[in-house]
């Protein structure tokens, strides 16, 4: 068997499958650092491997795998879940330690039922639903494709819960859950649309280089469970529409057709030119278009209590920041970029790949630094400064100039 995502989740099911006699060869998993779980090769490049199990805990993000990948799929079920010989068990699916599944009891497609669940007669499982520990199901209850039922809920005889729901630990739910919300307490009530059940349509302005490690970004963010984006496209201003960006997607069009996109819609605006992000921007005048912070899952903070961040920022892999670090709005950090201590970043700033802010340095807005550029500590900069590669800027420098060099002096363009 394989197992494809190397996570906790992936631990317990190399633990049900071990104690069903079953050998897991490899497991595969896109974070090149990671090189074994529990003594078992994790691989970066899957070859069509099978039978595999998708070992990822979000449901969103097996439902996207599963269609991507074509193959045969396994199921994991312990020896101690007890489980009728009318219930039906989809492939794909985890069947946890010491669950209980009554007659004529369907379960999907790649769906978990975690540890002590407990699912009674002529229940419908949905393909990628999650039963949570000890959650309780009478009998006839549906559950709908990719919905979470928290742990310890208890979901009372022929009720329904919605595609894409949550129900909150410790839920009672006395009546149907419509599509697509958060409902928890007892008696368990919506209480918000979810937004990480449903896939949340992005695009990306800007079909470049950038715009495509953008792409990129964004489908590691799905794949560590931290989102669930649906990429529909590219706008650019600069191509055609329908011009291909790479196996990724393509054109829709300019910002004529971002402006008139007549539904609600996420947006990162992948331009590497600070002073250009903050024109297109400012363009943009769709009240449908939000922009999220879409941060890369290795991204560390020393003291998230300390964190502020705005919005629209785009923090790619391998950044951290330690303590009582504020960021604006609109930037971008373009990977392996370290801010220390009391660091303040404005907004629309570009900071290319190793640039490192040292403690209490100040950056004001549409700031260009390039790659492993640093700023000594305290030094504050205002705003349209670029910063040469490879510079190391210790005094104050003027806004709208250039600086280069070790120390950084200004550059005076012929
Ligand atoms: C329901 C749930 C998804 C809500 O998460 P959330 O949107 O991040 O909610 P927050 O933590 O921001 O809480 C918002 C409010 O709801 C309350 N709340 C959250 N979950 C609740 C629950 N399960 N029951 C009762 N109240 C709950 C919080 O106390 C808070 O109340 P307040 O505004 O008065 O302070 C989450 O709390 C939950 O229960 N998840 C299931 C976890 C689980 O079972 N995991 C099993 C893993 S195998």
């Not at 050998?23 to 970066?44: G, T």
């Not at 599944?101 to 540890?115: D, E, L, P, R």
């Not at 949340?200 to 989102?227: C, D, H, P, S, T």
Request: glycine residues 12%.
């Amino acid at each position: 068997m394989y197992l494809y995502g190397a996570s906790g989740h992936a631990k317990v099911i190399i633990d049900i499958l071990n104690a069903s006699g079953v050998k897991v060869d490899a497991l595969f998993d896109d974070d090149m650092s990671i090189r074994e779980l529990m003594d078992i090769p994790v691989k970066h490049f899957w070859n069509h491997e099978s039978p595999l199990i998708i070992s990822i805990g979000n449901n969103f993000s097996r439902k996207q795998i599963a269609e991507k990948l074509q193959c045969d799929y396994g199921v994991a079920i312990h020896p101690s879940a007890v489980i009728s010989p009318h219930a039906t068990i989809g492939e794909g699916t985890v069947i946890m330690q010491g669950t209980i599944i009554q007659s004529s009891a369907k379960i999907g497609k790649h769906c978990i039922v975690n540890t002590g669940a407990s699912i009674d007669h002529e229940c419908v499982i949905e393909n990628y639903a999650h039963i949570s520990p000890k959650a309780t199901l009478c009998g006839n209850v549906s559950v709908g494709e990719g919905a979470w039922i928290g742990a310890a809920a208890v979901v009372v005889p022929g009720v329904r819960i919605g595609n894409w729901s949550v129900v909150g630990a410790g839920g009672v739910v006395l009546n149907d859950i419509p599509d697509g919300v958060v409902a928890y307490g007892n008696p368990c009530k919506v209480r918000s649309v979810h937004e990480a059940g449903f896939s949340k349509r992005i695009a990306i302005y800007g079909a470049g280089g950038l715009g495509r490690e953008v792409a990129g970004g964004i489908q590691r963010i799905n794949r560590a469970g931290m989102g669930n984006w649906e990429l529909v496209g590219f706008y650019d201003d600069g191509k055609p529409k329908g011009f291909k960006v790479s196996h990724l997607g393509e054109v829709l069009g300019g910002m004529t057709e971002l402006n008139a996109v007549d539904e609600p819609m996420a947006l990162a605006i992948a331009v590497g030119t600070p002073v250009s992000r903050k024109m297109i921007h400012d363009r943009i005048t769709n009240p449908n278009i939000s922009f999220p912070n879409l941060i890369s899952p290795s991204f560390r903070v020393l003291d998230p209590s300390t964190f502020k961040i705005g919005e629209g920022n785009i923090i790619q892999d391998n950044c951290s920041v330690t303590c009582d670090v504020i960021i604006g709005d609109y930037n971008v950090f373009n990977g392996s970029n370290v801010l220390g201590h009391d660091v303040i970043v404005g907004d629309f700033n570009v900071l290319m790949p190793g640039v490192r802010l040292s403690g209490e340095v100040t950056i004001g807005d549409k700031n260009l630094l390039g790659v492993d550029s640093v700023i000594l500590q305290r030094i504050r900069m205002g705003d349209n400064v670029t910063l040469g590669a490879g510079s190391v800027l210790m005094t104050k420098p003027k806004d709208g100039h250039t600086y280069v060099g070790v120390p950084a002096k200004k550059f005076e363009f012929e």
